[in-house]
């Protein structure tokens, strides 16, 4: 069997890429082919990770199977979307099946726990980097846009901010930890859990969200643009983690929940009326500010001073 | 302006990122949304292109832009699919305004050809390589597949057949030719034109179809695996281009027709009761052999001797 012909099977053996509702067509002919149902909106979103970039290289392929599904499908949980499907580039500088079994399984997991199938893609040889491209459906006029935001919603999270970042100088080997420390942080850093339940649950009533990917403060900033309003954020009710405050002390704990990339958490603000029902239901909102007229966002400590820092989130460029 | 936000503006300014039929929603939010008209499938393909690899580099950033998203809209042209949208991923090592100026003309100039609109992707840090995933709708249960090929229908290909293979020796500067050969075979290479218009007139006609990026050889055994039956390539039915021939002399030329990739023209099995109404209207179509029981492919000369060569195509690994 060529090394092609190993990458093709691995792929198309993988539980992940069998069957799937909306699945008309899988791995294997020019394209797939998707039913979406009457009613409903394909929602879309491609996300590329570059080995020594968006990732230690060598890393564990498991790990990194599991973490690029996640980062992708992320999306599709802050357009309120419903998972259907994606598609895998994969650009290898060599063929070690060992490594692609591995990688299969982390993605299979991913995959299993986010209900996605894998429905085609491409293998070339290069250096090694992902494009993960995945697809969901919501219904027509209902996804959760950056635009929505208005005057006197609340600004939410939906989950505890920093750890990835955190996590990176564990990942890069530059620092250890104690295991009760390292555990929680590596596992946010490598298995972020989309918050797909989180972000249907938000449809109808969240005015915007997103998903925190290059840091509260430059995502945010998003959101303000997109919908031509100012976010407020109350320094003292960012939602840090033990681990987290213990590994790095309280200032830089909050300047990583502020800045930190990589959380896939959504943000999201709405309307004060939609809160106590949300919380009523056991969704993990935390509110930590709020929407008010202006541009740009501002950080706030507890005596409502303004400390916003300077930079305000990884780029990549 | 940061070198991202840059990147972001030569992109979200592209005519080609502009409305289009079914886009509800374009770059900038965390998802794109299609609508997809009821009774219709989603054809999605994606294509990944790695300096060095499947171009040379460095090249003219205006044929690249072309080039890449004629190669992957020419899988929805081999589903007989209607093209909506794209999303690109760049991965760049450094950050060059002209550079992207001239990639998203280029870009540009094939959507505009296609029909076809730019509604997300991601940009990193890395080396350079580029993944394109297409968006086509296709009548629910239409689509061309490979799997559909029967015992008596005819072999058919829609055009000239090698003329990319033969003109990698001048893209790689290995080789001269006066301008009336290197000018034709440098056009199919760098402006591969995706047949769009025959794949969607094909439809309820071809029982089997794919665009030939592998090589003729290679592509019609993905035809006869899929359908389970014998593809038989008569050797001088070939069509194969003056220029082509002049460049390499009859024997090479004809095994770049066979084994040579990049052609991007569709390959497709048909009942002989088609042909003469297709004809009729006009369409280039090549009988170039036919289809049996049994398996693989073979290739046959004037006298019907098989002269099937041992290697099919190129293999990325």
């Not at 020594?52 to 357009?79: E, I, N």
């Not at 929505?148 to 530059?174: F, H, K, Y």
């Not at 925190?212 to 900033?221: F, N, P």
């Not at 501002?298 to 916003?308: E, N, Y």
Request: charged fraction near 15%; charge should be negative.
């Amino acid at each position: 069997m060529g090394e092609f012909e190993l990458i093709r099977t691995v792929f198309a053996a993988a539980p992940c890429a069998q069957g799937g509702e909306g699945v008309a067509l899988g791995i294997g002919d020019d394209c797939a082919l998707l039913d979406v149902p009457f009613g409903e909106q394909l929602a879309i979103s491609t996300d590329t990770l570059v080995a020594g970039v968006h990732f230690a290289d060598p890393c564990d392929p498991f790990l990194l199977g599991q973490r690029s599904l996640a980062v992708a499908a992320s999306d599709l949980a802050a357009m309120g979307a419903t998972p259907l499907a994606f598609t895998l580039a994969l650009t290898l500088p060599t063929v070690e099946a060992d490594w692609l079994q591995a990688f299969a399984r982390g993605l299979n997991h991913m995959a299993q726990r986010c209900n996605v199938r894998l429905i085609g893609g491409d293998t070339t040889r290069g250096p090694l980097c992902l494009t993960l491209t995945v697809f969901g459906r919501v219904p027509t006029g209902h996804a959760l846009t950056r635009s929505g935001a208005r005057p006197g919603d609340l600004l939410c999270v939906g989950g505890e901010l920093g750890n990835a970042a955190g996590a990176l100088p564990l990942v890069l080997g530059q620092r250890n930890a104690e295991s009760f420390i390292a555990e929680p942080l590596l596992a946010h850093y490598w298995s972020p859990q989309p918050q797909l339940a989180l972000g249907q649950a938000l449809r109808g009533k969240a005015t915007s969200a997103l998903d925190i990917s290059d840091g509260l403060l430059a995502d945010c900033g998003h959101i303000a643009q997109a919908s031509r309003v100012r976010l407020l954020i109350e320094n003292e009710r960012l939602p840090i983690s033990v681990a987290l405050q213990e590994f790095l002390g309280d200032a830089p704990a909050q300047l990583a929940a502020l800045s930190g990339g990589d959380d896939y958490v959504l943000a999201f603000t709405l309307p004060p009326v939609e809160l106590p029902t949300l919380l009523g239901d056991g969704w993990p909102i935390h509110v930590i500010g709020c929407v008010v007229e202006g541009q740009g966002v501002g950080v706030l400590d507890a005596q409502g001073q303004d400390i916003t820092p300077a930079t305000h989130g990884y780029q990549h460029f």
